[in-house]
């Protein structure tokens, strides 16, 4: 990796790429996964994943939304991203239509490329990233047979209000589409917006939706890969049946954390949450203050994602990956072009990250601002 490489050579690189928190796992899940180690609990489990993690999961959802699944309803995936992959490759056929916006995670494209599915792109640029039911509408086709949708969003770091939320599915339903609505970053949304799940829609919507979750941001355990779905049951016994043959079920011991994750005390979710708003509260405004940048401030999840095409011009810069090279490489700052996740004139910077690194990243950027404008 060219960032790697700089370090190598001495540069001290500020990396605002990762999609990761920079916290470390907390000390109670830790000491659930030891426990598990020393009563050996490192055997193969039932490939959806051991009952009690699947009513901890159940329990978890159904008493913040008011809804009502059944472990039945539950698979345990190795992360979120299995969850999406199982749940799109067992749904979509050759020349089926999956909608999805456009910017957007940039795994969900290149899942559906691998189901052979075609993506629809909807355009959330005129709205400043905001989907609304009426962009969802004008993109159903008789070929569409899905939605993905991802509130909080990564990149874009937009949060979709509940009501609208309702609409979107509403409309999907109403046109016989699936959904499946990536909630990895549930709880990472600041007030006033507001923590939503597809269970908190009613009974007829919901069935028609699989919900992939995960514990990689909200525990800060990506490297424990457990996430799940929840859904209709007659999708999630087609989603098992791609995980007992692929991976054949989520690590023992990671089991054994998430259920602690789940059930015990959420407070450390509370404390990351609280220093993520932090730092936007500072990092944002600081980025509008630079000649040519202008940034919303995030709804959820932990990116910014400005608005560059005033730098580019000043800077002569052709594309948003030019810029993202040029931060690398002379000012040695790492972030993710726009262009990646389809939105061509941005980047996506991570705040998960501290604010003395986040105060250089803006010392530096703005360094590039002045040096570099033609
Ligand atoms: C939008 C989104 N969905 C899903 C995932 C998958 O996360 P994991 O597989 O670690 O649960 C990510 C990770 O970056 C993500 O950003």
Known sequence: MAADKLRAQGVTVIDLGVGEPDFSTPVHIKDAAK?????????????????????AVCDYINSNFGSDYTPEQCCITVGGKQAIFSGVVSLINPGDDVLLEKPCWVSFPEIVNFAEGRNVMIDTEPTDFHLTTEMVKAAITPKSKLLIINSPSNPTGRVIDPAEF?????????????????????QFVYPPHRVNSAAALPPELRSRVLISGSLSKTYAMTGWRVGFTLGAKEWVTEILKIQSQSATMAASIA?????????????????????????????VPALNEIPGIQCSQPEGAFYAFPNIKGL???CGLATSKEAADLLLHKYGVVCTDGGAFGAEGYLRLSYANSMEALREAVERIKKMAVEEAK
């Open 35 to 55: 426990r598990a180690l020393d009563e050996n609990f490192t055997k193969y489990t039932t490939s959806a994943g051991i009952l009690p993690l699947r009513q």
């Open 166 to 186: 309702r609409r979107i599915i509403e409309v999907c339903v109403e046109h016989g589409l699936w959904v499946i609505s990536d909630e990895c970053y549930l």
């Open 255 to 283: 089991q054994k954390a998430a259920i602690a994750a789940l059930t015990e005390t959420q407070e450390p979710v509370k404390e990351m949450l609280a220093e993520y708003r932090r730092r936007a509260e500072w990092f």
């Open 312 to 314: 580019m011009k000043a």
